[in-house]
C-alpha cells in the first residue's frame, strides 16, 4: 500500500495518478479535500491532455491511516514535517518506505531525524499542480519526478512508470534539491506579482529580480562549496542570463525549454491566497542561513524574506515588476 500524506495538489496529483493506473493508494489530508473527493472522486489531468479519474479514493484525515502502507509520500508543505514526522514515528511499520515529495533541501533529513533508520529518501517535483476544485488537479508544467538513488524504490520504479509519472534516479540528490531551490527562488516573486507564472515569467523587470536572487545564491552556494545540478536545459549559473533578456527573446527560448500552462501559479501564491504561513523560510531563508554560515550578505533574498513576510500578514501581493525591481534595488 502507499501512503499520501499531505494529499493537496501534489498529493492528490501524483498519488491520483498512481491509484488511477491501478496502485493501491491511501490519501491522508484535510477534511476540506476529504469532503471533495467524497462527492466527486478525483480527476487529475494534464497540459499534455491526459485525463484520469479515481472514482472512490480512500481519503482520511488522520496519519494512523498510514500504518500498513510500504511506501509512504510526504506532501506537506515544510512547516508541516516536523509535525507529520511525529506522527508517522508513532504508526510506521519498521520497513516502510518514506519519500519526501517536497520542496526544500532539509525535509528527508527531518523526516528521518524523527522516523530514523535511514528509511528517508529526498525526493522532488519539477512540475507545477494546480488545484481546481471540485476534485480536479491539474499539472500545468512539464518534468518528471526525481528522487535519490536507492535500491528500495526499484520495486516502485514500475509503479510510478505506469502511471505516467517515470521516476528519474540521482546519485547526488542534495545538488538536485539546490538545483529546485535556484528555480524556486520564483516562488516568491510570482507569489508577489500576483499572476500565473507564465504572465510573470513574461515581464523582463520580474525576472531582472529572479536573476538577482539567483545570482547572489550561486555565489553564496559556490563560497559553500556546493555545486546545483544542471536539472533545466541550461546550466544553473546560465540561467540568469537567460532571464535578463528582452521579454520577445525569453519567450521564445523558454517555449522551446520548457512547457507551462496560462492557469499555473507558484505553490507560494497558493499559499498567500489561502492566507496560511508560505514555505518562504524553506527556500528563501535557506539562502540566508547558509550565506551566515560563509560569512557573505544575502541583500536580495533577505528582502525578498521581508516581502513575504509582509504579505503573510496581508501586505501587498500584486506588486508590479518595476516596482520589485526598485524595492530589491536592481
Ligand atoms: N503545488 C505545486 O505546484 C508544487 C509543490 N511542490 C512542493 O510540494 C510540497 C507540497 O506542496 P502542495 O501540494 O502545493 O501543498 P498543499 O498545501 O496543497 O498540500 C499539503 C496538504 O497537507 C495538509 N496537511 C498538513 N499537515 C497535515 C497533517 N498533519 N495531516 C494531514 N494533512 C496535513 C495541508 O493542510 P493545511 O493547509 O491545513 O495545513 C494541505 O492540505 C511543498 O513542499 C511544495 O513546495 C513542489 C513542486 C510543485
Ligand atoms: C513547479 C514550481 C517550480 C513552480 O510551480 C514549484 O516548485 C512550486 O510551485 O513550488
Excluded at 491511516?65 to 506522527?87: F, I, M, N, P, Y
Excluded at 540528490?173 to 504572465?199: F, T
Excluded at 525578498?304 to 506588486?319: I, N, P, S, Y
Aim: proline content about 5%.
Amino acid at each position: 500500500m502507499i501512503a499520501i500524506v499531505g494529499a493537496g495538489s501534489i498529493g492528490c496529483y501524483v498519488g491520483g495518478r498512481l491509484a488511477a493506473t491501478g496502485a493501491d493508494v491511501v490519501f491522508v489530508g484535510r477534511q476540506r479535500i476529504a469532503d471533495e473527493v467524497a462527492e466527486r472522486g478525483l480527476r487529475l489531468t494534464d497540459y499534455r491532455g491526459a485525463d484520469l479519474s479515481v472514482p472512490s479514493p480512500v481519503f482520511n484525515t488522520e496519519v494512523l491511516k498510514a500504518a500498513g502502507a510500504d511506501l509512504v509520500l510526504v506532501t506537506v508543505k515544510s512547516a508541516a514535517t516536523e509535525e507529520v514526522a511525529a506522527q508517522l514515528a508513532e504508526v510506521l511499520r519498521p520497513d516502510a518506505v518514506v519519500v519526501s515529495l517536497q520542496n526544500g533541501v532539509h525535509n528527508a533529513e527531518v523526516l528521518d531525524a524523527a522516523l530514523g533508520g535511514g528509511r528517508t529518501i529526498a525526493g522532488m517535483v519539477p512540475f507545477n499542480v494546480v488545484q481546481r476544485g471540485e476534485g480536479v488537479f491539474h499539472q500545468g508544467s512539464e518534468g518528471e519526478l526525481e528522487a535519490a538513488r536507492d535500491p528500495r524504490l526499484a520495486a516502485y520504479e514500475p509503479v510510478f512508470a505506469a502511471a505516467g509519472l517515470p521516476l528519474t534516479l540521482h546519485d547526488d540528490m542534495p545538488a538536485v534539491l539546490w538545483a529546485k531551490l535556484l528555480l524556486n527562488l520564483n516562488n516568491a516573486i510570482n507569489a508577489l506579482s500576483g499572476l500565473p507564472l507564465k504572465e510573470e515569467l513574461s515581464q523582463r523587470d520580474y525576472r531582472v529580480c529572479l536573476a538577482a536572487a539567483q545570482t547572489e545564491t550561486l555565489g553564496i552556494l559556490k563560497a559553500a562549496g556546493i555545486k546545483p545540478a544542471k536539472i533545466t536545459p541550461l546550466p544553473p549559473n546560465l540561467l540568469p542570463m537567460l532571464l535578463k533578456v528582452p521579454d520577445a527573446v525569453f519567450t521564445r527560448v523558454a517555449s522551446t525549454m520548457l512547457e507551462i500552462d496560462p492557469i499555473a501559479r507558484s505553490s507560494m501564491a497558493d499559499d498567500l491566497e489561502l492566507g496560511r504561513t508560505t514555505e518562504v523560510d524553506w527556500i528563501n531563508g535557506e539562502v540566508l542561513r547558509l550565506a551566515a554560515q560563509v560569512g557573505r550578505a544575502a541583500p536580495v533574498n533577505e528582502k525578498v524574506v521581508a516581502l513575504v513576510r509582509q504579505a503573510e500578514q496581508g501586505g501587498r501581493r500584486d506588486w508590479s515588476g518595476a516596482e520589485l525591481r526598485s524595492a530589491l534595488h536592481r
